[in-house]
């Protein structure tokens, strides 16, 4: 599938959604235009989207182009690429499918059927997102985390579709682009082990799935791979049986998966999908500022941030009190132990000041 994009101003950056500088994944550039070159035979390179209608036969490819420019907001661009189904498909699925009956015993059809109307309608088409979160910001592989860090992988659909269908994550492994190196993290809808990574759980009345994990990486190289099968059912996919009486959507205990992934007649579509995740150590990570304290903001907060500043409000109105007196700098980006130390001082000597003249 070759995308091409035309940009007319010259400081424009175009790369694939979340592959910022990923390494044969860029656009080749020519003037004004960026062109994007992605197999189809092997989507998992640069984390093309698959999805196969399993009632039409119809595969489609899909991919979203971010366009970035100064003081502009991003603009994404979804590209997708349909083929028609063949003859010879060799999924047994959409050759075998019949049709069910579901008509009640001793139906007759009328002789005579006056039709006033027709209606016609048709569901939308899903287009599924995955992506990994840190502390809800969503990881690109522009950004690094270390082994062992807390995440999150999110599944979710668009705005669109989200009201017809639901989810359910069938399959799902790790991989560093090497047949070499290739770990099953969800078979048949169940985890392997949850202790390396977590129950997926349904969110949004099966709207998203979510399961929370910590950062890992293989020895020769600094990029992760996430290649996942999902199914889209309407209205919300069945639970599959993992043990323990719970149902799982890519869960639950280890010796508990089934041998095959049950039926479900609301199955509609099969979604292959990749991520990439960037995890390197780095020995300086959690080197201090030597005699520096700093801190950084984020310019949005969440709900649960909000609270956490309601909460400290009290510490806040101090430290402005001390803005005030002149006891810190308003341009200083730092705040420094000596600082903090003479002024815990000076407030423990004087409470002692004050008990000893009592």
């Known amino acids: 599938m070759i ?49 196969l209608n399993k009632i039409t036969g119809v595969r489609i490819y899909y991919h979203r182009v971010i366009v970035e420019e100064p003081q502009e907001e991003l603009q994404m661009i979804l590209v997708t690429c349909n083929i ?41 088409v899903p287009y599924l997102n995955l992506a990994v979160r840190q502390h809800g910001k969503i990881m690109d592989t522009t950004l690094n985390v270390q082994p062992g860090t807390p995440l999150e992988m999110l599944i979710y659909l668009d705005r669109k579709s989200a009201e017809t269908y639901g989810l359910l994550t069938s399959f799902l492994k790790v991989t560093d682009s090497t047949p070499n190196q290739e770990e099953v993290i969800i078979m048949n809808g169940c985890s392997i082990d949850p202790y390396i990574f977590g129950n997926f759980q349904s969110l949004e009345n ?20 996430f290649v996942g099968t999902v199914s889209v059912c309407l209205q919300q996919c069945r639970g599959v049986p993992c043990g323990n009486g719970q149902l799982g959507y890519g869960r639950r205990r280890r010796r508990a998966i089934p ?54 409000s009290s510490t806040a109105n101090e430290v402005a009190a001390l803005y005030r007196n002149g006891a810190l700098s308003p341009n200083s980006s730092s705040l420094t132990f000596t600082t903090v130390g003479i002024v815990i001082g000076l407030l423990v000597q004087a409470s002692w000041m004050r008990n000893l003249w009592k």
């Open 259 to 312: 041998t095959d992934l049950p039926p479900d007649p609301n199955k509609v579509f099969e979604v292959e999908m990749t991520t990439f995740l960037k995890v390197e150590y780095t020995e300086d990570h959690f080197t201090l500022n030597k005699g520096a304290l700093k801190g950084a903001f984020e310019p949005h907060m969440n709900k649960s941030q909000d609270q956490e500043a309601n909460a400290n």
């Open 3 to 51: 995308v091409t994009v035309s940009v007319n101003s010259s400081s424009a950056q175009v790369y694939l959604e979340r592959l910022k500088t990923y390494p044969d994944c860029e656009a080749e550039k020519s003037e004004d235009l960026h062109v994007f070159r992605l197999p189809l035979d092997n989507i998992y390179a640069c984390g093309t989207t698959r999805m």
């Open 84 to 124: 028609p189904p063949t003859h010879n498909t060799s999924d047994p699925e959409v050759v075998s499918r019949t049709k069910r009956n579901s008509l009640p015993e001793n139906f007759v059809e009328p002789d005579y059927v006056n039709i006033t109307d027709y209606i016609v309608a048709s569901a939308p």
């Open 206 to 225: 099966g709207d998203a799935l979510s399961a929370k994990f910590r950062a890992f990486k293989f020895p020769d190289a600094n990029y992760v791979l």
